[in-house]
């Protein structure tokens, strides 16, 4: 397995799990300091877990979903995958009637069309009435 230069704590499970070795730390955390309530990414058993990604910044749910697809190609990019090992997704829409549309051409934009994840979107109250969507993702280290 070629080790590429991600997180050292994600390097050291898979080096241990590679030879057969029980990792000493068997979860890696990452964006620990983003929020005081949650970690960005969590790396267990060859797994990398996304926490919901928002992004209050645009205006639009074209512009939240390009840049929480940013944050996300750059957390899995971290953890040492990408987007072509997505396991799952789950997308939440403020509103799915008038935003599904415009999120699902941005959506298939960013997809590696040869390995698309399983997915789940449905409508749900955000957390502030400014967010029009959120992304959770897993995915596969190797």
Known sequence: MMLRSFNPIARKILTSSARGQKAHFSIARLGVDVLPTMSQAVIHNGIVYLSGQIDG??????GQTKNIL???????E?????????LTS????????RDFGPMNEVWNSW???KNKPVRATTEASLATPKLLVEVQVTAALD
């Open 111 to 113: 997809i590696d069309p």
């Open 57 to 62: 910044s645009a205006e639009d749910v074209t």
């Open 90 to 97: 789950t997308i939440w829409l403020k509103d799915i009637e």
């Open 78 to 86: 971290e953890a040492g995958t990408d987007k072509s090992k997505l």
């Open 70 to 76: 940013n944050k996300i190609d750059m957390y899995l």
